[in-house]
């Protein structure tokens, strides 16, 4: 296997930071917004904070795969990649590289940022467990759209793919209230992380880090970029 190229593949993802650190950066405005409703620990306010923010996490997850990857593709912007001295492997790492780093950075801050809210508001601290549970999934689910478009060039099949992993939050979060020891804990004073919460959570982690795993044996295996 021919060695990585580094400095290539280090400008691709600043290249990718530069073009959406301006839309990351409201993502992470409307975040914010919606932490200090969930912060009046009010229920109407709680309802709509919760909301604000899963809708502001599937967006900023969508929005960095649709626009580095997809759209690049419809633009054709990977004729361009390919006149650079650059393997399949070293686009496949930049890509992944540059798609992680966008999307951890509004998802990190908003987690701490959740986190900080639940525990320094009146708020059950129980819910920093359901939080992560729900952070868990949309990182998994992420991990699934980012591996699809990585995957496969079908714009149909990767809008399909962003779409239905992240409308199985709904799912998710119905079947974790049917969970009597993860929901008494959300409603409770105290942060405690059962079996079945490791176990969801380690499932989730394995789950994303497979799927980037076997997405990137299979560009390992590429020679060429078709």
Known sequence: MNSLNIPVIKRL??????????????????????????????????????LLLIIVLVAAS????????????????????????????????????????????????????TIAVILFTPLPDGLVVYSMLLFGHILAAFCVSLSVAMAVESEGWNI???????????PFIMGLGQ????????????????????????????LSVALLCLTGWAHCRKTAFY
């Open 62 to 113: 969508c929005f960095s795969i649709s626009t580095s990857l997809v759209n690049e593709r419809r633009d054709q912007t990977l004729a361009f990649v390919m006149s650079l001295p650059i393997s399949p492997l070293d686009f496949y790492l930049s890509k992944l590289a540059g798609n992680l780093i966008t999307f951890a950075v509004p998802f990190l801050v908003l987690a701490v940022g």
């Open 160 to 170: 399909f793919a962003m779409i239905s992993s992240m409308v199985m939050i709904n």
């Open 13 to 50: 993802i600043a290249k990718d930071w530069l073009l959406f650190q301006k839309q990351l950066a409201a993502h992470v405005l409307a975040g914010a917004f919606a932490l200090c409703l969930l912060g009046l620990a009010k229920p109407w306010a709680f309802y709509l904070g919760s």
């Open 179 to 206: 969970i009597e020891s993860i929901s008494a804990i959300a409603r409770g004073p105290d942060i405690i992380f059962n079996a079945p919460v490791i176990a969801i959570l380690a499932a989730q982690l394995v």
